[in-house]
């Protein structure tokens, strides 16, 4: 079997591919970059994602970039019922991943920005809370009497869902009101691959 590479740390949207990688019980080369060294924007990086970013994903010489493209890849070759059971399930599992990367994602870093700019700009802060107050019921609503987001089992949809709520992990958004999903939360923050995944493993 060519060598499976994965490029990126143990969080961000790394963390969703590794969580993935590990529901699927696959051997990898995991590859963290220097990122303030710039490692994701040298050349020799740049041919696996032009974009300059992580994650990024190597099956032998086959490169893919985009945390939710890599996932479906990862499923789709060894673990297929994580992409669900049938055409409505896969489409549900779509919708979801597609929902955490747009609206999730995009709030939830707003929200956490102020780690990396130094300081929290309360427009920005007001706008991801407003945000996010307008999608959580959205999610909390779908997980009502639930054990997982799409189906009987659990799909990319938990996966990609639950691994974007991470980011809240200094609780800078209030989630407790949202009762469904904190429960489902710690059912999937409680899940050996999920904290295989964030684990480097001993030389
Ligand atoms: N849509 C991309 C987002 C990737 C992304 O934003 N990666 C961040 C780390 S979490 C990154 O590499 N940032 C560095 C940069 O953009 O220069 C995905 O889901 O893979």
């Not at 639930?146 to 800078?172: H, M, P, Q, R, W």
Request: with cysteine; proline share 4%; glycine share 6%.
């Amino acid at each position: 079997m060519d060598v499976l590479k994965l490029y990126g740390g143990r969080m961000g949207t790394s963390l969703r591919c590794h969580w993935a990688l590990a529901e699927a019980g696959v051997q990898y080369e995991s590859v963290s970059l220097n990122m303030k060294e710039g490692e994701h924007k040298k050349e020799d990086f740049l041919k696996i994602n032009p974009n300059g970013q992580v994650p990024a994903f190597m099956d032998g010489n086959f490169a893919l970039f985009e945390s939710l493209a890599i996932n479906d890849y990862i499923a789709e070759k060894f673990q297929p019922e994580l992409t669900g059971a049938n055409p409505q399930e896969k489409a549900l599992v779509m919708q979801w991943s597609v929902w955490s990367g747009v609206n999730l994602h995009r709030f939830l870093t707003q929200l956490i920005s102020y780690r990396w700019t130094g300081a929290k700009d309360e427009k920005v802060m007001a706008e991801a809370k407003s945000g996010l107050d307008r999608f959580m019921p959205v999610l909390d609503k779908a997980l009502e009497g639930k054990s997982f987001l799409v189906g009987e089992k659990l799909t990319l949809a938990d996966i990609n869902v639950a691994a974007v709520l991470t980011y809240n992990g200094s609780n800078d958004y209030d989630m407790s009101p949202y009762t469904n999903v904190e429960v489902w939360m710690n059912a999937m923050f409680a899940r050996p691959a999920f904290k295989a995944a964030k684990e480097e493993p001993k030389a």
